[in-house]
């Protein structure tokens, strides 16, 4: 048992199939090097209005819209003014294709908890309390824990009672907090050794204990999810450390998909 750290990391995200990239680099080699996403959103905004088939669109009117300045007279070629336009308008539907996958590991409970309010466009596989035991001496060593940012800068000392001393005693809020953690520890383990099985032992732990799981989400999805959890938004910190962090990966791969963060 020990305390945890969040880690968030792309894993998979949508790509141009090989049999596409190499129609596109047939056709051009500029093509072929914008990003993947990029064309997705491309093809999936014109096949709305043009008579072109969606496989055609990007080869025969990637030129016009990848090979000439933004006409509205803002950042980039006339496919970002294009996507701009589309994002504007709320006609995100065709921004809904573009998917990413990330590990996220070392979150609270109590972050999936709000994490899985999030429905539409998000998929969820999380690590399970029930089939992975979390006992002291099970494989995984006891369960792990986020402790909050404001329960670690509080300097204040509190009276509080303690269990394990049966007395009222002065302590800081971390050493309260941590006491807390010990607490759910022994109780799981005991109920363990009680004969009780796992899926009814974890019962007793917290909302602070740590878990992993497997997200997919799509474009839209994530934009929309960024808008209400992102700094300012009064959002929890913990939720907002990982929405800043799923923004940073989707950027790193996608960097024309930035401005839209800014924007929500």
Same mark, same amino acid.
């Given at each position: 048992?020990?305390?945890?750290?969040?880690?968030?990391?792309?894993?998979?995200?949508?790509?141009?199939?090989?049999?596409?990239?190499?129609?596109?680099?047939?056709?051009?080699?500029?093509?072929?090097?914008?990003?993947?996403?990029?064309?997705?959103?491309?093809?999936?905004?014109?096949?709305?209005?043009?008579?072109?088939?969606?496989?055609?669109?990007?080869?025969?009117?990637?030129?016009?819209?990848?090979?000439?300045?933004?006409?509205?007279?803002?950042?980039?070629?006339?496919?970002?003014?294009?996507?701009?336009?589309?994002?504007?308008?709320?006609?995100?539907?065709?921004?809904?294709?573009?998917?990413?996958?990330?590990?996220?590991?070392?979150?609270?409970?109590?972050?999936?908890?709000?994490?899985?309010?999030?429905?539409?466009?998000?998929?969820?596989?999380?690590?399970?309390?029930?089939?992975?035991?979390?006992?002291?001496?099970?494989?995984?060593?006891?369960?792990?824990?986020?402790?909050?940012?404001?329960?670690?800068?509080?300097?204040?000392?509190?009276?509080?009672?303690?269990?394990?001393?049966?007395?009222?005693?002065?302590?800081?809020?971390?050493?309260?907090?941590?006491? &807390?953690?010990?607490?759910?520890?022994?109780?799981?383990? +005991? *109920? $363990?050794?009680?004969? %009780?099985?796992? @899926?009814?032992?974890? !019962?007793?732990?917290?909302?602070?204990?740590?878990?992993?799981?497997?997200?997919?989400?799509?474009?839209?999805?994530?934009?929309?999810?960024?808008?209400?959890?992102?700094?300012?938004?009064? &959002?929890?910190?913990?939720?907002?450390?990982?929405?800043? +962090? *799923? $923004?940073?990966?989707? %950027?790193?791969? @996608?960097?024309?998909? !930035?401005?839209?963060?800014?924007?929500?």
């Amino acid at each position: 048992m020990a305390e945890t750290k969040m880690s968030v990391e792309l894993m998979f995200h949508t790509q141009l199939s090989k049999k596409f990239r190499e129609k596109l680099q047939a056709e051009s080699e500029k093509l072929a090097g914008i990003h993947d996403g990029k064309i997705l959103a491309l093809s999936a905004i014109r096949t709305c209005y043009s008579s072109n088939k969606p496989s055609e669109i990007a080869i025969k009117e990637g030129y016009k819209y990848f090979g000439s300045v933004a006409s509205d007279g803002k950042d980039g070629s006339d496919a970002d003014r294009l996507i701009r336009q589309i994002v504007s308008s709320k006609h995100t539907s065709t921004l809904e294709g573009i998917s990413f996958t990330f590990a996220i590991e070392g979150v609270s409970r109590a972050l999936l908890t709000q994490l899985t309010r999030h429905r539409v466009g998000f998929s969820f596989s999380v690590q399970s309390q029930r089939y992975v035991r979390m006992g002291s001496d099970d494989k995984i060593g006891g369960f792990d824990y986020v402790v909050p940012d404001k329960v670690k800068e509080s300097e204040k000392t509190t009276e509080f009672y303690d269990n394990g001393e049966h007395e009222y005693r002065f302590a800081k809020a971390s050493r309260i907090y941590e006491d &807390a953690m010990e607490t759910a520890q022994m109780a799981y383990d +005991a *109920l $363990r050794e009680a004969g %009780v099985p796992a @899926e009814d032992a974890r !019962a007793v732990l917290p909302n602070a204990a740590a878990t992993n799981l497997v997200m997919t989400a799509n474009l839209t999805a994530l934009l929309s999810f960024y808008s209400k959890r992102k700094k300012g938004r009064g &959002a929890q910190a913990e939720i907002t450390e990982l929405a800043e +962090a *799923l $923004r940073r990966e989707v %950027v790193d791969v @996608e960097p024309w998909t !930035a401005q839209f963060f800014e924007e929500v």
